[in-house]
């Protein structure tokens, strides 16, 4: 990874980036993960998402101990610079929970809608 790519990512003050995960191939928003320098230098070298775990305070590779990989086909910075999306190829379940995705497991119905 490029130091140019770096000098356009805006971390937050814990040195994170949000990190949005998309389904290439129906563009569903599988979940959300943060990524520090390393783990977004893994994520765009290696071919697979790698975040970093907030709770535990370690790398995290989606899908190394589930099997539930995300195989990475694309990256994109926001305008702003502090959020990512990355497109994948999802193996399995993206969520923790056996969902499909993570937003799958509570959705919320706004009090406008009938």
């Known amino acids: 990874m490029s130091d140019d790519v770096l000098s356009r ?3 937050d003050g814990h040195g994170l980036l949000p990190a949005i995960i998309q389904e290439e191939s129906t563009k ?3 979940m959300l993960g943060y990524m520090n320098a390393e783990a977004l230098r893994r994520t765009l070298t290696e071919g ?3 975040f970093w775990s907030r709770s535990r305070q370690e790398y ?3 899908g190394d ?3 539930n990989v995300q195989h990475v086909r694309g990256a994109a910075l926001d305008c702003d610079g502090d ?3 990355v497109t994948v190829h999802q193996v399995g379940p993206a969520c923790h929970t056996g969902a499909h995705a993570c937003f799958d497991v509570d959705p919320l119905t706004p009090s406008w809608v009938e």
């Open 9 to 11: 990512v805006k971390f």
């Open 28 to 30: 569903q928003v599988l």
């Open 48 to 50: 697979r998402v790698t």
């Open 60 to 62: 995290w590779r989606k």
């Open 65 to 67: 101990t589930s099997g």
């Open 83 to 85: 959020t990512l999306l």
